[in-house]
């Protein structure tokens, strides 16, 4: 029987036709029940493409026996049973020995709570338990039967009951209602696909029934590779800078000693970011050499860089009292992993100070990182112990608070988010620092989107940098951004081992939403 049913696979669509003649419509569950859904709808797309047929998709559910049901429907309730094996029985019987007239222990324990509530069985002399009653309705069973036979029950509240009891679970089914199409007929024409030379020929294109295209019909799937979403943002944010004039700074250092990551950048050494809790400590090496020149065409005087740093921070220089503290050399050249991209920062600003421009000074520069740091923290939906940050910084002559502030405009404009509100924070290594909010109105309040300052003279002076060159800098992270553009409410799984790989795939590029 199984090979003569699959050896009629191919005569579905005549079979759909038949049946036509004789009723119109049909529901392919009551005219073609023991066919797979897949085969009748390939069937109809066919018939329907040739406007023999027209048919229309009934999606339902129906309720369905679990095991434990099924066992039900067929040999009665828990309950039932157990009433059933205390009538027969004339003086009652004592628990072990009702679980063995059952031969369920598991079903004698269940229907005799369930009979006691009932009231159809109770407890008599010497503890053992019998008949109360000399009927009963087992009505678990009339319902299931129902549902067995029906797929569904009049009263829904039995159907959510029978659930909660993990009696049936509720199935998904695909039917089809078919009605005859205006080119009806009881055979298929056979349709060309090409037009031949001999077509053209002959005439015979006059008269041949040619098969029309589906312009909607979808490609094959290619299984393609995919950008990350956060890929295609930082795509989006590289072009912003480079439109306005930024050079990309190399970011393959992940690993940075204490005194590019914190000393250099004018964080004390008792400052709470150099806390286990906060900073991830390399163990193997522990630490590294003193800052030094890493090729030949490297000029810049390390040594000197190096005790400005220990000067400012413990006795104080460029005009500031420093933080009085006795510097420690092995703490600066503790390995960590960096936990900001303005280390990188740092170490360009310090080359450029040994730069020479056309009047002899270092001169102007635009420099932009987009890449990963680390931070020691606790995992939730908004922070992950690694993140992308984005940042900028502009050195030049003559700049002020207000031209960050303007620039900040200008280039968050470009990412397609006005209304900036500025409020003022602090950084060890900027003052004046800001904040920078903007009105989010999907959840219709001010949100941070970024951080910001003119670096200190201790820092920046430190370098070699002359005492009328100032640098703003700004960041913000990755990840943000990319939550908010694709509609994301936990970073996991934009990020990490909970990624979805289907997400990765059917997300289509960004386009921020320029001015």
Known sequence: ???????????????????????????SSEALPLRKSADVKAALDRLASRSMIRYETIDREEAILEDEGAEIEANGSHEARVFE???????????????????????????????????????????????????????????????QKTRTHPDPKVVADLKKRKLVKMQKVISFRINKGPKFALEMVKEETDLTVDMLASGAWKTAAFKPYNFRSLGTDQNAGALHPLNKVRHEFRQIFFEMGFEEMPTNRFVETGFWNFDALFVPQQHPARDLQDTFYISDPKTADKPHAET????????????????????????SIGYRYPWAED????????????AISTAMLH?????????????????????????????????????????????????SLGGLMEFMQIFFTKMGIEDLRFKPAYNPYTEPSMEIFSFHKGLNKLVEIGNS????????????????????????????????????????????????LAFIERNPAVRLEKT
């Not at 703490?331 to 303005?342: A, F, I, K, M, Q």
Request: charge should be positive; charged fraction near 30%; glycine fraction near 8%.
């Open 453 to 500: 300052g003119m670096f200190r003279p201790e820092m920046l002076e430190a370098m070699g940098l002359p005492k009328d060159m100032r640098v703003f800098g700004w960041g913000l992270s990755l990840e943000r951004p990319t939550m908010i553009k694709y509609k994301v409410n936990n970073i996991r799984e934009l990020l990490g081992h909970k990624v979805d």
């Open 85 to 147: 094996a205390l009538r027969t029985a004339v003086e009652g019987l004592t628990v072990k020995e009702l679980e063995a007239a059952i031969g369920d222990k598991k079903a004698a324990s269940l229907g005799q709570g369930k009979a006691f509530k009932s009231k159809w069985i109770a407890k008599g002399k010497d503890g053992r338990l019998v008949a109360s009653t000399g009927s009963i309705q087992d009505t678990t069973r009339e319902q299931l039967q129902i549902i």
């Open 331 to 342: 703490e600066s050249l503790r390995l960590v992993l960096r936990t900001h991209t303005t």
């Open 1 to 27: 029987m199984a090979a003569s049913h699959h050896g009629q696979q191919g005569d579905l669509p005549s079979e759909i036709l038949q049946l036509l003649s004789k009723n119109d419509p049909i529901l």
């Open 296 to 319: 030949k065409a490297d000029k810049a005087d390390y040594e000197a860089y190096w005790n400005n740093v220990k000067d400012v921070h413990q006795e104080g220089k460029y005009g």
């Open 351 to 399: 080359k450029l100070a040994s730069k020479k421009g056309p009047d002899g000074r270092p001169p102007p520069a635009r420099y932009f990182s987009i890449d990963r740091v680390f931070r020691n923290e606790t995992v939730d939906a908004t922070h992950l112990a690694e993140f992308h940050q984005v940042e900028g910084v502009i050195a030049d002559y003559g700049l």
